[in-house]
């Protein structure tokens, strides 16, 4: 079995900071892309950010140059730094990650529980 597990949601003001971890455990062969997404309530779910394994990064306009995904690669962990945090932002964010175990060929797209970010004004 494959896990995600994400951790360091909460309820900030607007203009903190928050920092979110997912670690991937279980038979993991590989890990190609990880990323976030976000849902707020009434709407679709939207990509936040993606990383490759080879540390190539992807942002949502709305959120270039106040949030930063990263990874660690030994830890099968990526991370989300979000500063500047603004009530939009509020909503439950989502770990995704493309992976391979080791009973199966192809990629397969993980998803963790989400976890509630709350930025109030």
């Known amino acids: 079995q494959v896990q995600l597990v994400e951790s360091g949601g909460g309820l900030v003001q607007a203009g903190g900071p928050l920092r979110l971890s997912c670690a991937a455990s279980g038979s993991i062969f590989n890990i190609n892309t990880m990323g976030w997404y976000r849902q707020a309530p009434g709407k679709q779910r939207e990509l936040v950010a993606t990383i490759t394994s080879g540390g190539r990064t992807n942002y949502a306009d709305s959120v270039k140059g106040r949030f930063s995904i990263s990874r660690d690669n030994a830890k099968n962990t990526v991370y989300l730094q979000m500063n500047s945090l603004k009530p939009e932002d509020t909503a439950v964010y989502y770990c995704?990650?493309?992976?391979?175990?080791?009973?199966?060929?192809?990629?397969?797209?993980?998803w963790g529980q989400g976890t509630q970010v709350t930025v109030s004004s």
């Open positions: 995704n990650a493309d992976i391979v175990d080791t009973y199966r060929y192809a990629y397969r797209a993980y």
